[in-house]
């Protein structure tokens, strides 16, 4: 089983909310990774946890948060986005090593009014 | 440092017809090679991976791919396009980060349509 599960599948949100998206996987995987993709480009990497732990962080705004409550699970908490954050986020998950394959999740489409 | 060609954003082929999809990558150290698929409003599928122990690599759907390390490239080819192919399609690169995490370098995407 190579799924990675994310929901919400879509959120809308004011400038001022608070919300939070959430990945799960049970393949064992210690990486886990945020992307985000805008229309018609690649996706963007965000962070990356490895073992639990933020490993890297792309010069993201602190208006996201993540969060690796344990192994299986990956939270990106948002607060007082822009409307030019509305995208689809996406993640990944893979086994340990930079050259293993990220497995990907469905994605949650935000969109920021 | 690593980083991925795709050239032509938009590729058109008629059903049965073969695709290409061509790729080119820069490294400085043997490259993991990677094409991923996604369709509209999914996430992305992996298709295939390049690790250095087959330059032909076959994936999933009928799709595979060569690396050919003379001319840097690992394009995507299927015999025989058929209409549920049209989708995005991207080439990656693994770069070692910081703490032994990798980042996938993606090239810009090619969209492949499929007429009937």
């Known amino acids: 089983d190579t799924e990675v599960t994310q929901t919400p599948k879509h959120l809308v949100m004011g400038m001022t909310n608070k919300k939070s998206l959430k990945c799960e996987q049970h393949?064992?995987?210690?990486?886990m990774y945020w992307y985000k993709q805008k229309a018609k480009k690649p996706p963007e990497l965000m962070f990356v946890y490895s073992y639990e732990k933020l490993s890297i962080n792309e010069s993201v705004p602190s208006r996201f948060s993540p969060e690796c409550p344990n192994s299986s699970l990956l939270n990106l908490h948002l607060h007082a986005l822009q409307p030019e954050d509305s995208a689809l986020y996406l993640c990944?998950?893979?086994?340990?090593?930079?050259?293993?394959?990220?497995?990907f999740g469905p994605g949650t489409r935000l969109t920021v009014l | 440092a690593q980083s991925v060609t795709q050239l032509g954003s938009h590729v058109s082929v008629s059903e049965g017809a073969l695709v290409l999809l061509r790729c080119n990558y820069s490294?400085?150290?043997?490259?993991?090679l990677f094409w991923y698929v996604q369709y509209p409003n999914q996430g992305l599928q992996l298709l295939l991976k390049?690790?250095?122990?087959?330059?032909l690599v076959k994936g999933i759907n009928g799709f595979e791919a060569e690396f050919k390390k003379s001319e840097t490239s690992f394009h995507l080819t299927k015999p025989s396009a058929h209409m549920s192919d049209a989708a995005e399609y991207f080439c990656a690169v693994s770069r070692y980060g910081s703490g032994n995490t990798g980042k996938l370098i993606f090239g810009q995407g090619t969209t492949l349509q499929v007429k009937p």
């Open positions: 990944a998950s893979s086994q340990e090593l930079p050259t293993d394959t990220q497995y």
């Open positions: 490294s400085s150290v043997p490259p993991y």
């Open positions: 393949m064992g995987h210690r990486a």
């Open positions: 390049y690790t250095s122990a087959a330059t």
